[in-house]
């Protein structure tokens, strides 16, 4: 009895992935049709997946910057995502302020060499320090909400790196300091992990005390993205 069970649960976990991989290869499609004949976009080179976002991320971050033309960018983790945007800017939206925290140096000069940014792209070192949410200890920029004082219209959360309980918790720091005369989408990279999810219910838990109205959508892949919108930026959501 034991090894059914056990041959079940693989063979429903096996029916999971593939459902997921074929939602990824289904995503890609849609992505690629998404960006024809934007000639920068489909002549950049990405390295989609893993450790960055994947094609659903990079589908709805498209749709995000060509629909609604952000005017200011706050991206937290320096990546491909950052190629993506900064592309974006340089040849369809050239009113933007594009800011990328990040807090590896090392890795910032090896990105640099690599690609050459926009001049409305801009990339600020911020230390990993060690910060606490009720009992648990989760990576956080150091010293984030002095340095960033302003609200943007387009949040991109994929940093800093992954912590076990409340992952990526500097957005609900942010937050503290949103009104409800703000509008803005929030994209949350690797929403299928617990760590990520605790931050963003937390996250929608701080937004409605504020009595800032929003609408959600989890879209799935091979990885699984989260956006959260205000009213202005609510179809989003149906994209």
């Not at 990279?189 to 504020?210: G, H, I, P, W, Y």
């Amino acid at each position: 009895m034991k090894k059914i069970i056990r041959i079940i649960r693989e063979q429903i976990k096996l029916q999971r992935k593939s459902y997921l991989q074929l939602k990824e290869l289904e995503w890609a499609h849609i992505f690629h049709d998404s960006i024809r004949g934007k000639k920068a976009l489909e002549a950049l080179p990405l390295n989609i997946g893993r450790w960055a976002g994947n094609y659903a991320f990079f589908y709805v971050l498209h749709r995000i910057l060509s629909d609604y033309k952000p005017e200011k960018i706050l991206e937290f983790g320096l990546g491909e995502s950052s190629k993506f945007v900064s592309t974006f800017i340089d040849n369809y939206s050239k009113n933007c302020e594009h800011v990328i925290i990040e807090h590896n140096e090392e890795w910032k000069t090896l990105f640099s060499e690599k690609f050459s940014a926009s001049n409305n792209s801009s990339i600020k070192i911020l230390p990993l320090v060690e910060q606490q949410f009720k009992t648990f200890t989760y990576n956080s920029y150091s010293n984030i909400q002095n340095s960033i004082t302003a609200t943007f219209d387009l949040y991109i959360i994929d940093g800093p790196v992954r912590s076990q309980r409340y992952s990526r918790f500097d957005i609900v720091t942010l937050a503290q300091n949103f009104s409800t005369d703000n509008q803005f989408i929030i994209l949350f990279d690797d929403f299928e992990r617990d760590s990520e999810k605790e931050t963003a219910n937390e996250l929608l838990s701080v937004l409605k005390q504020k009595n800032i109205p929003i609408h959600t959508k989890e879209f799935i892949g091979n990885k699984s993205v989260f956006v959260i919108a205000t009213s202005k930026y609510k179809y989003v959501t149906s994209v």
